[in-house]
């Protein structure tokens, strides 16, 4: 699955936004310059893939 | 997908809010490094002073001056009267905050390297994806 972000700015000026196709914490480390960039955020919420290993994670620990 | 995230906008960014009030119909918008007055509907000088202004003039005869104060934290502060409140009230601010906020993560995202597709949804919602390029 392609990775990607999507960004809703609701006409109320919330604004909701989704990691999709990212394994662990690299959805984080990808939309935190976004988040940084609009404002404060209010609340995440976590999917279960975020708990998974990411493979390029999963690779550096093999490798050590 | 991994997470969702809620964000609430601060005005930060000079050029994308002027961007963003353009977007909402005003045209003549003056911008000021040092802040100046605004001007009530008497042509009175006001106490209050914005670095981003819209004259009363283009906004109506019975209106005063809109202006946009960057503070030193660095967030931009709306000075609008309580007789415009009636018309640009929380729910103009959100359409502002909209429009400032898709301006905003299509500069930053660009600038990243993103590739960036622009839709606006039938509820008005403005729903943006971004992709590596």
């Known amino acids: 699955m392609s990775q990607e972000i999507v960004v ?3 006409e109320n000026g919330e604004v909701k936004m989704e990691g999709k196709g990212f394994t662990g914490r690299a959805c984080v480390v990808e939309m935190e310059f976004l988040k940084k960039a609009l404002g404060e955020t209010k609340s995440v919420k976590y999917k279960s893939e975020y708990h998974k290993q990411g493979v390029t994670d999963a690779s550096r620990i093999r490798a050590r | 997908m991994s997470h969702f995230s ?7 960014d000079e050029k994308c809010l002027v961007e963003a009030l ?3 119909g005003f045209t003549d918008i003056e911008i000021h490094q040092e802040a100046q007055n605004l001007y009530g509907y008497h042509g009175d000088v006001r106490e209050q002073k914005a670095n981003i202004i819209i004259r009363r003039k283009h906004i109506g005869s ?4 809109i202006g946009f104060i960057k503070q030193d934290n660095g967030k931009y502060k709306a000075y609008i009267s309580q007789f415009d409140q009636r ?8 359409k502002l905050k909209q429009e400032y906020g898709v301006e905003k993560a299509k500069k930053e995202a ?9 839709e606006r949804l039938k509820d008005n919602t403005v729903r943006l994806t971004l992709r590596r390029s």
């Open chain 2, 87 to 94: 018309k640009y009230n929380d729910t103009w601010i959100g």
């Open chain 2, 110 to 118: 660009r600038a990243k390297g993103y590739l960036v597709k622009e």
């Open chain 2, 6 to 12: 809620e964000v609430e906008i601060d005005f930060t």
């Open chain 2, 62 to 65: 019975a209106s005063n001056d």
């Open chain 1, 8 to 10: 809703d700015f609701l």
């Open chain 2, 22 to 24: 353009k977007k909402l």
